[in-house]
Structure formats: structure tokens, C-alpha cells
């Protein structure tokens, strides 16, 4: 039986950081699921559409990620149905500090209420990588700071192109 998870987020946009919990989620699971949303609680710089399409470009064109062992898709239900809608026993979560763990914890908690069967994994991105955040990137991004060591090509093209 093959081990499915599923990634969540916004992926608005996709950073290094994410990337780095994708590579470490890829050494536990045969199949990721990066599940993108577009909750109404957020102000999002790229549209769901353009958030696919950066992931697809960042993943499969620039980094080259098998198309085999990760899928990208959207979604707007509880993440645990997402689960069982792919039939995902795990959630993948990524820490960068401490603050990030009690939201986190609170979620998992909730997720593990809603749905028995369904573990949360928390991932570390490595060091280099736990300042990143999808926030810094566009603020960078929009005031013409270099974004090289934070996303890739496909992010800094979009990027750059939105805020023309």
C-alpha cells in the first residue's frame, strides 16, 4: 500500500522553504499531493489559476520533480476530506520556528478530531531556508530586491511580471 500525503497551503508564492519540505516529504511518501486554496481569510497576490501554474513551472520545469510521485491541485473543503478524497493518510506541515508550532499544533489537533485515521507530519525546512516567507518575498519583489536565493526562475518571472 502506497503512502499518500498531502501538502496544503497558499503557495502565495511558492518559496524555497516550501520546496524544501516537498524534497523531505518526497523521502517519507510514494505520492504527494501539493494542495493549494484560496480561503477567503487572505488578500492573495496571485489568483488560484497563477498559484497552480507557478508551482507546476517551479516543480516540474525548473527543479524537475516527477510528475509521477507529486500532483498539484486546488481545493476549498476541510483539508481531511481532501485526504479522503485521495485517499491520503498523512498531512505534511512545515515549521521554520518555533512560533510557527502552536498554530500548527492546534491545527493537527483539530484535523486529528475531525478524522481519527489522518496523521500530521512536521517537517523542518533547513536552516538556510527558516527566515523565508511567502510574505518577504513579495514585499522584496514589489521594492526590486534580488529574490534569487529565495524562489526559483518561474516564481521571479511571475513575480515580475505582476508587479509591471
Not at 20 to 37: N, Q, R, Y
Request: glycine share 4%; aromatic share 8%; hydrophobic share 40%.
Amino acid at each position: 500500500m502506497s503512502k499518500i500525503a498531502i501538502y496544503p497551503g497558499t503557495f502565495d508564492p511558492i518559496t524555497l522553504g516550501h520546496i524544501d519540505i516537498i524534497k523531505k516529504s518526497l523521502k517519507i511518501v510514494d505520492k504527494l499531493i501539493v494542495a493549494t486554496t484560496d480561503s477567503s481569510e487572505k488578500d492573495y497576490f496571485f489568483s488560484l489559476e497563477d498559484r497552480i501554474k507557478i508551482l507546476e513551472e517551479s516543480l516540474f520545469k525548473d527543479l524537475k520533480l516527477s510528475k509521477k510521485k507529486i500532483k498539484i491541485v486546488s481545493f476549498d473543503s476541510l483539508t481531511v476530506n481532501l485526504c479522503k478524497k485521495y485517499k491520503a493518510s498523512i498531512i505534511v506541515r512545515g515549521l521554520r520556528a518555533v512560533s510557527d508550532f502552536e498554530y500548527e499544533f492546534q491545527l493537527a489537533g483539530m484535523n486529528k478530531k475531525l478524522d481519527k485515521n489522518i496523521e500530521t507530519i512536521f517537517l523542518m525546512s533547513d536552516i538556510e531556508n527558516e527566515i523565508i516567507s511567502s510574505k518577504f518575498i513579495k514585499e522584496i519583489g514589489k521594492l526590486k530586491g534580488s529574490l534569487k536565493k529565495f524562489v526559483t526562475k518561474s516564481v521571479i518571472k511571475a513575480i515580475n511580471l505582476k508587479i509591471q
